[in-house]
Every structure is written in structure tokens, then in C-alpha cells.
């Protein structure tokens, strides 16, 4: 009896796919014609053979080395993974079985990378393992979160309408992300173009002038003296001033990265930068009312939403916060209650929560509220750059038209005395 169930389960095993590698090749043909080219086998051995049966004689076979810098593959984005969910989500609605579903989808985008990624996910679920699993074997890739929700579906036999709930999430969140990047790009832009273009002038425009203002003999004013000794020192020192701001963002990466104090107080003060910390400030308010309807949607419990939220919440304040609120919530708190209690959310999220959970319908709620916060930030971010568009030309012009009247102002004084 053993024997009959082994000999069973060793029948609905499947194999796992063989991994193909990308060989180069030189052969002769039967006129003597050299040729080389590359073909895909799982060894060389395979390639062997599959050019000789096409008449050609084997001169070289060998394995493609890798490139010297980096591997030749795209990196997966998370917006990758979120175009990946949505075509997932395509097929299973459509009826496609996962397996196949997972060969179209690979098939049919145009990123190495990405295919990939699927293609081992592919193997993994066409060798018995469970989707979620498979998942959770590629933690770079799909975080906690999105494996619960996958495996969630897995578990309801809903996994096309889970599917599809993260799909949405994903979308809807690296949207977001977009605007707050677009956000910070704008004020960073105008720091980086007024130190580049300030370099550029101090080391290569201001000393053709001092070259000049030494053949005058006179007293030069004090604010071109002023701009001189600048250049000076950007001359003599501005390979070291560049390392110094290199090791300043890398070593501000790291201790935020490593200490949770330095991250704490660093997330507190982003908060309160003019526009930026606002723009800031409801992003956190759409991640949270998004994240948490779609945990509570899935039919994942409260308490355990709560833990995927404080996770997405992007700040350490507010991922303490709602920790906190996990353990009022576990406790037998409301939701509203304990959320009103921390003095850090609007009053808005809170009425929106408490008539959820009045009606039974909090991620319907929810949803609304991550609504309302996403075109917010929309508006905000909007408003944001059409406030620094003029602003990065008035920084430029009084940078740029600073060093020139610091230039020609001893020519205008010689111009007066003549």
C-alpha cells in the first residue's frame, strides 16, 4: 500500500523546468564557410547537438560569459511588479489556469529582468509549490503584505478577485510615490542646477576676469574681492568640496538607514518643511486609509491589518502610531477611538472611520478617505510646481547675475573716473 501511494505521488510531481543558458558557438559549414553566432541550450552538450544535426561541423562551444559591469539585466521596479499584478489579474479573470497564466505574461513583456522573475515564480508553482510560497521565495520583490493577500485568495478560492484588489493597491500606490518623488525632485533640482551652474562660473568664468583686474592696478570693490576668493577656493579645493557632499549624502543614507533615533527625527522635521512637509503629511493619510482597506477587504483580520499598515506607512512617527493603535484595537478599543487618541490623524479619516464601522462598511470608508488624500497630494504636488517654476529662474538670476555685477562693477567704476 506504501508503494501504490509513493508510486502516486511521484506520478503528480512535476519536473521542474530545465534553466537554459546562452551559448557561443563557431561552426564550419559542408562549403567550408565559418560562422559564429549564439544559441540557447541547457548545455553545451545540447548545443553540440543541435548544430550537427543541422550539418554543421563544431569548431568552438562555450558558455556566454556574463558582462563585466552588472549582469545585462533591468532592474525589477516596484511599478514593474504592479504591471505584473494587473496582467496576473487579466488572466485569471479571463480564466486562464495560473501556470499558463504566468507563461503569456512573461511572454509578453520586454524586460529580461522581469521575465525572469516570473519564469522562477512559474517553475516553483508548476512543481507544486502554492502561489503565495512561491512568492515569498523573492522577498526583494513582494513584501509581506502582498504575499498575505495572495495567499488570502489562495485560501478563499478567490485569488482572481485578490488578484485584482492588489493590483489596484500597487497601482494606486506607486502612483502616489510618483507625485511625492515629483514633490522632492523640484526642490532638489533648483540646489543642483545653482551649485552647478555657480561651480562652473567660480572655476572657469571668474578668473578670465581676475586675470583682467590685475592689470589695473586699483582697489577692486569688496564684494569682487569677496567673489574672487571664492573662486579661489573653489579652484584649489573643489575636487574635495565634491567628495565632502558625496560622503555627506551617503554617510545621511546610512546613519538614517542603521539608527532608528536619527530616522525618527529626520521623518519628524520632514513633516515640517513648508509645502513639502504637508504634501508629505497627507501621502501618509492615503497610504494608510489605502493599505488598510485593502488588508480589511481581503478579510485579513484587524489586528493583523494593522501590522501591514504601520509597515507601508513610509515615516517612523506614524509607523509608531499605529502600532500603538494595533494594541488599543487588540485590547477591545474602536478603531475611531484609539485613532482619535493619538492626535497625529485629521479629522476627516476619523468620521470617515467611525461611520465604517457604525455601518459595517470601514473599507468602503476607507477607500473614500485614500481617495480623497491621493487627489490631494495630486493637487498639491501640482500647485508645488507651478510655485518653483518661476522660483528656480529667480534663484539662477540672482546667482548668475550676482557673479557678473560682482565682475563688471570695477569696470563700471573705471568707466565713471574716465
Known amino acids: 500500500m506504501a508503494t501504490t501511494t509513493a508510486t502516486k505521488s511521484k506520478t503528480r510531481s512535476k519536473p521542474k523546468a530545465t534553466v537554459s543558458a546562452t551559448f557561443l558557438y563557431k561552426v564550419k559549414d559542408r562549403k567550408g564557410k565559418v560562422s559564429q553566432g549564439e544559441a540557447s541550450g541547457s548545455s553545451a552538450a545540447v548545443v553540440r547537438a543541435q548544430l550537427q544535426k543541422q550539418g554543421y561541423s563544431i569548431q568552438s562551444v562555450r558558455k556566454k560569459p556574463k558582462p563585466l559591469f552588472g549582469t545585462g539585466k533591468k532592474k525589477v521596479t516596484p511599478g514593474d511588479i ?27 513583456v520586454d524586460h529580461n529582468g522581469l ?31 502582498f504575499c498575505n493577500l495572495v495567499d488570502a485568495g489562495e485560501q478563499s478560492g478567490a485569488l482572481e478577485t485578490m488578484l485584482d484588489r492588489i493590483a489596484t493597491y500597487k497601482e494606486k500606490t506607486e502612483s502616489l510615490k510618483s507625485k511625492i518623488k515629483k514633490a522632492l525632485t523640484y526642490p532638489i533640482a ?38 574672487l576668493h571664492l573662486s579661489e577656493i573653489a579652484q584649489a579645493y573643489w575636487f574635495y568640496i565634491l567628495l565632502g557632499i558625496i560622503g555627506f549624502i551617503y554617510a545621511f543614507k546610512e546613519l538614517k538607514r542603521r539608527s532608528p533615533k536619527f530616522a525618527y527625527l529626520v521623518d519628524r522635521y520632514m513633516l515640517k518643511l513648508p509645502i513639502v512637509g504637508d504634501i508629505l503629511y497627507q501621502s501618509i493619510m ?98 508645488l510646481s507651478s510655485l518653483l517654476e518661476p522660483m528656480i529662474m529667480s534663484v539662477l ?22
Not at 545653482?194 to 583686474?213: E, N
Not at 494594541?327 to 461611520?355: C, K, Y
Not at 540672482?398 to 568707466?415: E, R, T, W
Open 190 to 227: 533648483v540646489i543642483v542646477v545653482a551649485l552647478v551652474v555657480t561651480s562652473i562660473l567660480l572655476i572657469k568664468v571668474v578668473p578670465q576676469f581676475a586675470d583682467t583686474f590685475a592689470s589695473f592696478g586699483g582697489e577692486l570693490p569688496a564684494f569682487t574681492l569677496f567673489v
Open 286 to 383: 492615503a497610504r494608510f486609509a489605502r493599505t488598510l482597506s485593502t488588508t480589511f477587504a481581503a478579510g485579513v483580520p484587524l489586528i493583523d491589518a494593522l501590522s501591514s499598515v504601520a509597515g507601508a506607512a513610509g515615516n517612523k512617527l506614524y509607523n509608531d502610531a499605529i502600532l500603538r493603535i494595533r494594541e488599543d484595537v487588540s485590547t477591545g478599543i474602536q478603531l475611531n477611538t484609539s485613532i482619535r487618541n493619538q492626535n497625529m490623524f485629521p479629522s476627516l479619516l476619523i468620521q470617515m472611520a467611525s461611520i465604517g464601522e457604525e455601518s459595517g462598511a470601514l473599507d468602503d470608508m476607507l477607500d473614500k478617505a485614500a481617495n480623497y488624500y491621493e487627489e490631494e497630494v495630486d493637487n498639491k504636488v501640482d500647485a
Open 115 to 145: 521575465e525572469e522573475l516570473i519564469n522562477k515564480i512559474r517553475d516553483d508553482v508548476a512543481s507544486g509549490t502554492g502561489f503565495a510560497p512561491a512568492l515569498r521565495n523573492h522577498p526583494k520583490y513582494f513584501d509581506d503584505l
Open 397 to 418: 538670476g540672482v546667482l548668475v547675475g550676482g557673479l557678473m555685477i560682482a565682475m563688471y562693477l570695477p569696470i563700471f567704476q573705471i568707466g565713471q573716473v574716465i
Open 82 to 108: 504592479a504591471v505584473f499584478s494587473r496582467q496576473m489579474a487579466t488572466m485569471m479573470k479571463a480564466g486562464v489556469p495560473l501556470v499558463q497564466s504566468f507563461d503569456i505574461v512573461a511572454g509578453g
